[in-house]
Each structure stands twice: as C-alpha cells, then as structure tokens.
C-alpha cells in the first residue's frame, strides 16, 4: 500500500522482498525411506499379486499356525461343530433308513424282537446329541451302539478317526501358536540407539543387547547385515542389498554367553560398508544395519530370533554406552533403567580409511580432548574456590552482624564509662 501511495519507491520493496527471501534458508526434509525391518523385528514387507494361493493350503497346518487369534479360534469352533452336524446326519439317515423313526416301532412287543441301530434316537436333535457323544467320548447311557446295523458301526469307526483327526491337528495348531518362538524374542532387548566410538584404537559400531528372563538362550549367536539400495557397474538396480558384516568377538566360535547385557562390536575395517563413511557423510547415507540374534530357549529347546534394525539417525557418532552392571554384596547387579544411555567421549570425526591413512588424527584428538578435560577441571576447581570464598564472606558479614558494639555511658559528674552488653 505503501508502494501505491509512492511514498516508498517500488524497487525498494521488491528488493527489500528478495533480500528477506535470500535470508531465510529453504530446508526441504529428505523423504524418509522405509525401514525394512521394525525396531521390533516385524518385516516391513507386504506381498502382492500373488497368483497360485493353492500353495498355502498344501501346507495347511502351518497356514493355521500363521493366521490371527480370531481366525484360528473361528475355524476351531467351526470345523468341531461341522463335524458333529454332518455325522448327526448321517446317524439319522441310518436310523431313518432302518425305521427307527416309524412310530410304529415304539408299541411292538417283545415277541417281535425289533432291534434300532441306535437305541433312543428318534430325531434330528437325538441324533446330533449321539454325535456329540461318539465323537468327544461323552456316554450319558441313554442312545447307545447296537449290533443290529453294520452301517452303523462303519459310521462309529469313521466318527472316531475324524475327530482324532481334528482333535490333534487343531489343539496342535492351538499349542504352537501359544509355544511361537517370537513370543520368547519380546523378552530379548536391544538399545534404542547404536554408537560408533573409538575401541582398541580402532572405530567401531556398537549396540547393547539383554536378555530379560533368567532362563538362558543356548547358544546365542548375533549376525550383522547391512541394506541398501545399490546399483552394479552394469546398471542393475538392486533395491535390497544385503551385506554380512563380521562382529568382532574374541571367542573363536560367534555364539555368546547371554548372561547379563553384552555390548556387541563391529570393527570398521577394510572389510566394513562403513569404512568410507565419516561423521558428515552418515546422516545423509540412505542404508540400514539389521541386527539379527538366534539361539534356543533353555526351557522349551524351540529355537527363537530376535531381530532389529537402526538406521542412520539411529546411530550417535562419538558416544559410548555407560556401565549397567555393578556388584552388589556379591551378587551382580543389573540396572536396567541406565540400558540404553551413552555419554558423549572423544571421536575422530574423519572415516575409518582416513583414520588408517592418518593415525596421528587419532593423538590429536585425543590431546584435544585430554585438554578440553583438564580445562573443564580449571573451571570446575575455579567455581568450587570461587564459591568457598564466598561462602567464607558470607559467613564473617554474618558473624560481624551478631557482634554487639560497645555502647558509652556518662555520668553526671562528666566521667564516661564503657560497658559491653
């Protein structure tokens, strides 16, 4: 408005806009790529257009195994109700078609010597009773077997092994999915955050990882991968490429004795995806370290794996995790509040290769922060001094104030004479 009452020039708005506009710096987000493996081990993987879906029902026990709760529940229901309908059918058919339902059988006589296939079933619902009986071994003593009907003890026998069928193949399905192994993985932890410091001289990816349950995982084994979209020098697009990278482990064997909170290194070496990457470079790496721990559970002998991933916002550079384990009377002690915090140490920010390339960046840095720490020492001594002094002030001026000064008195004669009260 300003600008149409020309009481300021045009141009000097439109430059002074330009100006603001070159001030303020545009931050776009980099789109966040998804992760292929959830902090809880979920697979972030959803498969589509699958053509033959008559694979999963050749191995139906484990496509019921794999189904929810609710679905496993509805067909365990389901199929022991359809069972016992369909042979209480065919048990009324054979009493139908041996004329056990003619009412005319129930007044015959002794002398006649009429015998039903089933005794006591005369209708659709008697007939779904015996069937409930046959099949969950239930014998109320009032529908029973006799010898009259061959048919009948043809359909009693296929009864029998139906529901044995189902019996086993459903209370199996049942036990396993209360006995799955990830149901033993959600008492194995990991660290919320992985760090990469200076061990042994060297650089190194480090994470925490605890076992919740005092009954041991035998045989424990922790595997690292690396996933990243790559591309070959033939120009093929590989969007997960997995990488094994070696943990270093001092035992000859990769198995680990989970007893307590384990820090589990990497060493970024030669052989490392790590080995080129610096501090300035992670943040801006679009790759994932899969975390992946296997063993078998002490008390069920079922072998469990307990996965999780971390991604480069995920991974602090020149941290390191702090001590969890103390000694207690005798007994070790393990503080899980303090399982996923790391305090702040001294790092070379260069890479891995140009730590090798240059080993004297490592002494500087360490020199650097050696003075940085005796520096901070100074402050702190200075501020403790600092402080007592004032303190010792403090308390003079308080003492100095209780002292009673010494009051005068004078006499009518013109004497004077001095008390202290």
Known sequence: MLARKSIIPEEYVLARIAAENLRKPRIRDRPRKARFIAKNGACNLAHKNIREQGRFLQDIFTTLVDLKWRHTLVIFTMSFLCSWLLFAMMWWLVAFAHGDMDPSTENTTNSTKW??????????????????????????????????????????????????????????????KTAQAHRRAETLIF??????????????????VGDLRKSMIISASVRIQVVRKTTTPEGEVIPIHQVDIPVDNPIESNNI??????????????????????????????????????????????????????????ILWGHRFVPIVTEEEGVYAVDYSKFGNTVKVAAPRCSARELDEKPSILIQTLQKSELSHQNSLRKRNSMRRNNSIRRSNSMRRTNSSLIVPKVQFITPEGSQSASET
């Open 115 to 176: 015998t039903p296939c089933v005794t006591c079933v005369r209708s659709f619902t008697s007939a779904f009773l015996f069937s409930i009986e046959v099949q969950v071994t239930i014998g109320f003593g009032g529908r029973m077997m006799t010898e009259e009907c061959p048919l009948a003890i043809t359909v009693l026998i296929l009864q029998n092994i139906v529901g044995l069928i189902i019996n086993a193949v459903m209370l199996g399905c049942i036990f396993m």
């Open 191 to 208: 660290s919320r955050q992985a760090v990469i410091a200076v061990r042994n001289g060297k650089l190194c990816f480090m994470f925490r």
């Open 257 to 314: 004795f989970l007893v307590a909170p384990l820090i589990i290194c990497h060493v970024i070496d030669k052989r490392s995806p790590l080995y080129d990457i610096s501090a300035a470079d992670l943040a801006l790496q679009d790759l994932e370290l899969i975390v992946i721990l296997e063993g078998v559970v002490e008390t069920t002998g079922i072998t469990t794996q307990a996965r999780t991933s971390y991604v480069a916002e995920e």
